[in-house]
């Protein structure tokens, strides 16, 4: 069965902490791994990565992928209350469907 | 507003009724996804669309649950006889296509039966 699995499911930091979120997952047919964040409603799109190693940044925001470990990390610095989130990763498979499994999400809480 | 728009954003209904969510994809997307989201989990995957036809179907998705995208642009996502365990947030997401697989969310629809 397709699993995404996500570690932390909870962290509390003060702002100005860095903060590493971990994202594992066994799928068949991997194409992409998204992460997206979630405040009260919809998530939003933050990266999709393909490729190993290639490091993508936004911001304070960064992440890789290790496509042979199945793994990914979310990287956020020097966090401010605005980070306050569920960071949800997702897998895309390539199949016929192309669906999304997602992870049940880290429940990041910045405090001032 | 070109995002993906999904309506009511709330809806309460006594259970055995029988409710209706509508998703607005953003326009040049021909991939459409619903998702069920309970409290603390992520997104739970229920059906996806290529244009008009439906081609994945979750387990998740009992005989009680259909959902149509007739003309390949707005997806209705239809609950009969509702029950209290289909209280959730419904959420709606849409995707260009092969090349890019990133999917955007809409604002959701929040369920409690009652």
């Known amino acids: 069965e397709d699993k995404v699995v996500q570690s932390p499911l909870s962290l509390v930091v003060h702002e100005g902490d860095t903060v590493t979120l971990n994202c594992s997952y066994e799928v068949t047919n991997f194409r992409s791994l998204l992460w997206y964040k979630q405040e009260k409603k919809a998530p939003t799109f933050l990266f999709m990565l393909t490729s190993s190693g290639i490091e993508k940044k936004s911001g304070r925001l960064s992440s890789i992928l290790d496509k042979k470990e199945l793994f990914s990390i979310l990287n956020i610095t020097a966090t401010q209350t605005g980070d306050s989130a569920v960071y949800l990763c997702a897998v895309a498979m390539d199949n016929y469907g192309q669906n999304f499994v997602f992870g049940p999400g880290t429940r990041l809480s910045v405090l001032p | 507003d070109t995002g993906v728009s999904q309506d009511p954003r709330h809806k309460i209904t006594k259970r055995g009724q029988n409710v209706t969510f509508r998703c607005d994809p953003i326009?040049?997307?021909?991939?459409l996804y619903w998702y069920r989201q309970t409290l603390g989990q992520g997104p739970e995957f229920l059906t996806y669309f290529q244009n008009e036809a439906q081609l994945e179907k979750s387990r998740l998705l009992s005989d009680r649950f259909s959902a149509e995208r007739p003309k390949g642009s707005f997806s209705t996502l239809e609950i009969q006889r509702t029950e209290q365990g289909d209280s959730a947030m419904y959420l709606c997401a849409s995707s260009v296509g092969t090349t890019r697989t990133e999917a955007f969310f809409g604002q959701g629809t929040r369920l409690t039966v009652v």
């Open positions: 326009s040049e997307h021909n991939r």
